[in-house]
Nanobody, 121 residues
Framework: QVQLVESGGGLVQAGGSLRLSCAAS????????MAWYHEGPGKERKLVAA???????NYADSVKGRFTISRDNSKNTVYLQMSSLKAEDTAVYYC???????????????WGQGTQVTISS
């Protein structure tokens, strides 16, 4: 069974950096695309960054130049390197996998449980 587990969240001061990780486990042959979303207090869940299996990326305007998404296909893991953090970055960050391939074929999308990121002054 495919599972996604996020890690790396925590409390950091404004201007600091943090690196999130999300590892997919199971009998996985490949993952089409992986992404990070965030959900702030009283706000809808929104895309932060996404990366394809080939390495192409896209970012929300609010994080361009500050966040970098990357992945290690051999480990089925996606990362989000966050720098120059701002108070408005405070949110629960969720990992998502789009199109997971196993020996049984392609599966639907999967979400992680989320990890809390809190930025303090």
């Amino acid at each position: 069974q495919v599972q996604l587990v996020e890690s790396g969240g925590g409390l950091v001061q404004a201007g600091g950096s943090l690196r999130l990780s999300c590892a997919a486990s199971g009998s996985i042959l490949g993952i089409n695309s992986m992404a990070w979303y965030h959900e702030g207090p009283g706000k809808e869940r929104k895309l932060v960054a996404a990366i394809s299996s080939g390495g192409s990326t896209n970012y929300a305007d609010s994080v361009k130049g500050r966040f970098t998404i990357s992945r290690d296909n051999s480990k089925n893991t996606v990362y989000l390197q966050m720098s120059s953090l701002k108070a408005e970055d405070t949110a629960v960050y969720y990992c998502k996998a789009f199109g997971v391939w196993t020996g049984r074929g392609v599966s639907g999308d999967y979400w992680g449980q989320g990890t809390q990121v809190t930025i303090s002054s």
